[in-house]
């Protein structure tokens, strides 16, 4: 069966109902609270546009196949432009649904969002959990250990050379060459730089003195488009090292992160356990589900360089025929199912019980 998507990179989104391993949502009334039933039964007919975070690719490939498989009348298009451009879209009205590794901003909060009825607005919907894995392609170098100052020096242009002494001081036994380093950082508006940002910016702050932002803060390095963009960037050179999603890490070398007194391998069970610790920001809607990381744990099971991806959506949209489709993909992709999917395709790590019922019940609030 042939599936029209346009995609290449997406996000992880959330739920109304959980349902069945191949069963998806369908239906859903545009009354606050409804829910959706059996793929089954599917009458949605119509298309969704959505705009953002080029980090969760793998996971909306599956989700969107999935979907699509499940109500043959229902196209999703998603354009992996990067979080910034996603949410700028979204807020235009180019498309209906963003995806982005961060939330939205207060500013941004204060816009006039095209596509939701008047005097309304969007909210967060955390989906999608991924460690942002710091990727490497050093010759003769197969394991490194970096901590945060390290890092931060790296990617600020104070480290330039791979024997520099702060990174033997860390690889005692590894046998660094003196090749330049070139560091990648994206060179679009990117979720994932933000994150990065934070993570530096409180673990290494007298380093990291730019305040966390979509937007590389230095001119050292070089740029490139999407997570595709960086690790081909630093798979196609010598002496590179980047960041990105560890969904597309591939056969790179991933550096090992200095927790408290370890030093931490990534993964999706240390990525859900910060997300699990950490708060959610103050002052927000009800239904607006942003998470404040914690990025300074010391505890050697958690793995603090994570990124939650949220899918924005109106709280009540202009047309109800777009929140049926919105609240309906949002339910499976948050469903158990969904979750599942994600963690099978791309590695990530699933909503805990707890996060996945916030969710859950802000979609049921769509309309």
Not at 221 to 232: H, L, P, Q, R
Not at 254 to 273: D, L, P, Q, T
Not at 309 to 324: R, T
Request: aromatic fraction near 6%; charge should be negative.
């Amino acid at each position: 069966m042939d599936i029209p998507v346009k995609f290449s990179r997406f996000g992880r989104v959330a739920v109304v109902a959980a349902v069945a391993a191949v069963a998806l949502t369908s239906c859903a009334a545009n009354e606050g609270g409804a829910t959706a039933t059996s793929a089954a039964a599917s009458d949605l007919k119509g298309s969704l546009a959505g705009s953002g975070a080029s980090s969760q690719g793998s996971a909306q490939e599956a989700w969107v196949a999935a979907f699509q498989t499940a109500n043959p009348d229902v196209t999703i298009n998603y354009s992996p432009d990067g979080s910034g451009a996603g949410r700028k879209a979204f807020i235009a009205g180019g498309v209906q649904f963003a995806g982005s590794d961060s939330a939205l901003s207060d500013e941004e909060l204060t816009s006039t969002f095209a596509a939701c009825a008047a005097d309304t607005k969007a909210i967060d919907l955390p989906v999608y959990i991924s460690p942002i894995a710091v990727i490497f392609n050093v010759e003769g170098v197969d394991e490194l250990n970096l901590d945060a100052s390290t890092i931060a020096k790296i990617f600020a242009g104070q480290i330039t050379s791979w024997d520099d002494p702060a990174i033997v001081a860390l690889n005692p036994d590894a046998k660094l060459p003196s090749t330049a380093i070139t560091a990648v950082h994206r060179s679009d508006d990117s979720g994932t730089t933000k994150n990065f940002a934070d993570y530096l910016g409180k673990n290494a702050p007298d380093v990291w003195t730019a305040e966390p932002a979509d937007t590389f803060p230095f001119q050292s390095g070089e740029g490139a488009k999407g997570t595709s963009g960086v690790v081909d960037t630093v798979k196609g050179g010598t002496g590179t090292i980047g960041y990105a999603d560890a969904s597309k890490a591939g056969d790179l070398g991933v550096a090992k992160i200095k927790v408290g007194e370890e030093f931490v391998e990534y993964s999706a069970e240390g990525a859900a356990a910060v997300v699990e610790g950490s708060p959610l920001v103050e002052g927000r809607e009800a239904n607006d589900i942003a998470i404040k990381l914690d990025r300074e744990t010391t505890d050697a099971t958690h793995y603090p360089i994570v990124l939650v991806s949220y899918l924005i959506a109106c709280q009540e949209y202009a047309d109800p025929k777009v929140a049926d489709l919105v609240k309906a993909y949002a339910g499976y992709i948050a469903s158990d199912a969904g979750q599942e999917e994600a963690a099978k395709s791309a590695g990530a790590a699933p909503l805990s019980a707890d996060l996945a019922k916030k969710v859950q019940d802000a979609i049921a609030t769509i309309k």
